[in-house]
């Protein structure tokens, strides 16, 4: 019993140390990053133009046709 009343107090003393979970470590959050968002008007607007343009295209012609000469006006 003499060697027992020993080991029982050095058990007692260092049992909190054994039960420690180690250093605690905070880290600290950053700011959170921020994503902008493409506006969505834009998307939309650029495929009617192209349409737009086509559409003026085929309506206007390409404009080099020859001119026409009415059939009285030729000189032979």
């Given amino acids: 019993?003499?060697?027992?009343?020993?080991?029982?107090?050095?058990s007692l003393a260092f049992?909190?140390?054994?039960?420690?979970?180690g250093p605690v470590v905070i880290e600290e959050e950053g700011q959170?990053?921020?994503?902008a968002e493409k506006p969505a008007s834009s998307i939309?607007?650029?495929?009617l133009l192209l349409g737009v343009v086509v559409l003026c295209a085929i309506a206007c012609?390409?404009?080099?046709?020859?001119?026409?000469?009415?059939q009285d006006t030729l000189i032979e």
Avoid at 15 to 21: D, K, N, R, V, Y
Avoid at 64 to 70: E, G, I, K, S, T
């Fill in 61 to 70: 012609g390409g404009g080099d046709d020859d001119p026409v000469v009415p």
């Fill in 44 to 47: 939309g607007i650029l495929p």
């Fill in 32 to 35: 959170p990053e921020v994503i």
């Fill in 1 to 10: 019993m003499n060697l027992a009343a020993p080991i029982l107090a050095l």
């Fill in 15 to 21: 049992a909190p140390m054994a039960h420690a979970g």
